[in-house]
């Protein structure tokens, strides 16, 4: 199953992800159109900051969900098909609860104050064919739509490289201790010339 997966130490805070989401979710679909809508779009996804690290906050869809276990009027439902959390606008009251206990701060007030609104998954994207609109507009990769297994994969492939690179140089930098395997061959071949 595919989902948009965050690493924090590449995004640049372009806010890029913003600016697809609220094009995305707005009426026209077009970022020349949606910016002259009334209300305007709002994005689902936030970039926030924090000192030397910015985070695209967004709905990660719980499987329990505190917004849907915590919603009193049933207004956030799990869409079975697509495995996302989604909020039915016309059912909420307003009361926020869900932006009280969900874990992320990923729960935002509507243009207008009254409903609760989040990250839908762009599941109507997804029946298209696309990618979330946050992940296929983000410059630097640090949000991508994959496969769990192809994530855990490429983070083992990254894993071995950085730990290479790093080896290498302190073998350069420093000169090294010989191995057990190292010191038992030295002895060997001394003892073989003696």
């Given amino acids: 199953m595919k989902k948009v997966a965050l690493d924090p130490l590449k995004c640049t805070a372009c806010r890029t992800c913003e600016l697809q989401c609220s094009v995305a979710h707005s009426r026209s679909g077009s970022i020349y159109s949606a910016i002259f809508e009334s209300p305007p779009s709002l ?14 906050v967004r709905c990660v869809h719980c499987e329990d969900a505190p917004c849907l276990l915590a919603c009193p009027v049933g207004a956030i439902e799990e869409e079975k098909a697509t495995g996302t959390v989604q909020v039915r606008e016309e059912k909420c009251i307003g009361c926020f609860t869900c932006l009280l206990v969900c874990p992320y701060g990923a729960v935002r007030l509507s243009f207008d104050r009254k409903k609760a609104h989040k990250c839908d998954g762009c599941t109507e994207r997804l ?3 696309l990618e979330p609109a946050c992940a296929s507009g983000c410059p630097t990769k640090a949000l991508v739509f994959a496969d769990l297994d192809e994530m855990a994969e490429a983070k ?10 790093a080896i290498s140089r302190a073998a350069a930098v420093a000169p090294r201790e010989m191995s057990s395997l190292e010191r038992i061959l030295a002895m060997r071949k001394e003892m073989a010339n003696a």
Avoid: C, D, M, Y
């Fill in 156 to 165: 083992r492939s990254e894993t071995a490289v950085r730990e290479t690179a």
């Fill in 43 to 56: 994005s689902r996804v936030k970039v926030s900051w924090t000192p030397g690290l910015n985070v695209p």
């Fill in 127 to 129: 029946r298209e064919g």
